[in-house]
Nanobody, 122 residues
Framework: QVQLVESGGGLVQAGGSLRLSCAASGRTFSSYVMGWFRQAPGKEREFVSAITQGGGNTVYTNSVKGRFTCSRDNAKNTAYLQMNSLKPEDTAVYYC???????????????WGQGTQVTVSS
């Protein structure tokens, strides 16, 4: 069992930055792929990024490439999503998730956090 708690969301102006954190409980954090998803009002949840267990590989959805960076610190049981050059269209609830497979499919992830709101004003 893994419990995930996101933090770091908030209100920021366009062009600004935020860093989301996802703190995991348990001693098996390093065995899971970590993913980030987001859901804007009236839209379906969409994949943002994922990072492999050791942190050696990352993948991003096209709309955030070059602006967002996913990382993890297995010693701290924490994953991060650094978000730069934020745009109003990045406004959403952001979720972190843990699962066994390196995938952009939300069905591949077993554990989910409660979400953190990111609002980008124009």
């Amino acid at each position: 069992q893994v419990q995930l708690v996101e933090s770091g969301g908030g209100l920021v102006q366009a062009g600004g930055s935020l860093r989301l954190s996802c703190a995991a409980s348990g001693r098996t954090f390093s065995s899971y792929v970590m993913g980030w998803f987001r859901q804007a009002p009236g839209k379906e949840r969409e994949f943002v990024s994922a990072i492999t267990q050791g942190g050696g590989n990352t993948v991003y959805t096209n709309s955030v490439k070059g602006r967002f960076t996913c990382s993890r610190d297995n010693a701290k049981n924490t994953a991060y999503l650094q978000m730069n050059s934020l745009k109003p269209e990045d406004t959403a609830v952001y979720y972190c998730a843990a699962g066994p497979s390196y995938s952009s499919n939300s069905m591949s992830y077993t554990y989910w956090g409660q979400g953190t709101q990111v609002t980008v004003s124009s």
